[in-house]
């Protein structure tokens, strides 16, 4: 069964910080690309970071460069997204995907995150 549970999201002030986790099981992690997304209210959810299956190639989205670092544990089969310098507009449900191109996507139900003073 596949299971992908992300944790860590809240309420946290400007300027603050959060780490997000991500728990995927079922599936071989380590050979799937694994991404987090974001959606904030009344918006298209979006790419905030990837992360190839060896860890080496990573790409983060323009509004989070040089403040969100994604990295993973493939022995944990865990997936990490460290937020620092949040602003408000970093607010909104961050989801985490595990995907192999042409063969599978599997999803969470995501974690919400809101910067607010």
């Known amino acids: 069964q596949v299971q992908v549970v992300e944790s860590g999201g809240g309420l946290v002030q400007p300027g603050g910080s959060l780490r997000l986790s991500c728990v995927a099981s079922g599936f071989t992690f380590w050979i799937y690309v694994m991404s987090w997304y974001r959606q904030a209210p009344g918006k298209e959810r979006e790419l905030v970071a990837d992360i190839g299956s060896g860890g080496g190639s990573v790409n983060y989205a323009e509004s989070v460069k040089g403040r969100f670092t994604i990295s993973r544990d493939n022995v944990k089969n865990t997936v990490y997204l460290q937020m620092n310098s949040l602003k408000p507009e970093d607010t909104a449900i961050y989801y985490c995907?595990?995907?192999?191109?042409?063969?599978?996507?599997?999803w969470g139900q995501g974690t919400r995150v809101t910067v607010s003073s």
């Open positions: 995907k595990a995907s192999r191109a042409g063969v599978n996507t599997y």
